[in-house]
């Protein structure tokens, strides 16, 4: 029994030892994580109030919120994937901000928890990906080869009011409630093993 109470005692401290080393999923937020902790990023308002300047804005949030753009009720443009006399301005953002060096040699995805409507990223002055288009879902990059690991990195990201997708429109901005534009919900980098499970 003793030896039995021995070999158990071993096993589950070395299953402790190696659950301790195994790497782990970080994640390094470039925003707030919601509207009480708001990070600071430049930014440019391309129409309507306090539009045509560059300024700062809390991330994340709808700039109409801030101040910035035209508020417009959906419901008056209901039916129409591309009206006349619509609110179509856009945000243009940048924010710098480090990349540990421990990071090098592993995946880092910039993760972005959703923005309205179509967005563009580039980090450090190229493209990462293609257009997401459409506000309400969680979307990523995998920006490990764009980085520059223990040093600065520049963030810029143009978020478009309006989608040039019909169908976003007719689904998103044209219903009973206010359309709004912005980076509304956190950004994150997300760090994993370069070897990992996608789900």
Same mark, same amino acid.
């Given at each position: ?118 967005? /563009? !990223?580039? #980090? ?10 459409? =506000?309400?879902? $969680?979307?990523? @990059? ?13 963030? /810029? !990201?143009? #978020? ?10 007719? =689904?998103?901005? $044209?219903?009973? @409630? ?16 370069? #070897?990992?499970?996608?789900?």
């Amino acid at each position: 029994m003793k030896k039995v109470t021995t070999l158990l005692s071993t096993l589950a401290l070395a299953t402790t030892l190696a659950a301790q080393n195994l790497p782990q999923t970080e994640r390094q937020y470039l925003s707030g994580r919601g509207c009480d902790d708001m990070v600071e990023w430049d930014f440019f308002c391309t129409d309507g109030r306090n539009s045509g300047k560059w300024t700062k804005i809390g991330v994340p949030s709808c700039w109409e919120l801030q101040g910035f753009g035209t508020y417009q009720y959906g419901i008056t443009f209901y039916g129409k994937a591309f009206p006349e006399g619509i609110a179509n301005e856009k945000g243009m953002y940048k924010y710098e901000f480090e990349v540990p060096e421990k990071f090098r040699g592993q995946q880092v995805n910039l993760v972005f928890e959703a923005s309205m409507t179509d967005t /563009e !990223v580039k #980090v450090n002055g190229r493209k990462v990906g293609s257009k997401h288009q459409g =506000a309400f879902y $969680r979307f990523s @990059y995998n920006v490990t080869d764009f980085l520059k690991y223990g040093k600065k990195n520049l963030l /810029e !990201v143009t #978020v478009s009011k309006e989608s040039e997708n019909a169908s976003v429109n007719l =689904a998103e901005r $044209r219903a009973d @409630y206010w359309n709004f534009g912005g980076i509304f919900r956190p950004v994150f980098l997300e760090v994993k093993p370069a #070897v990992n499970l996608r789900h």
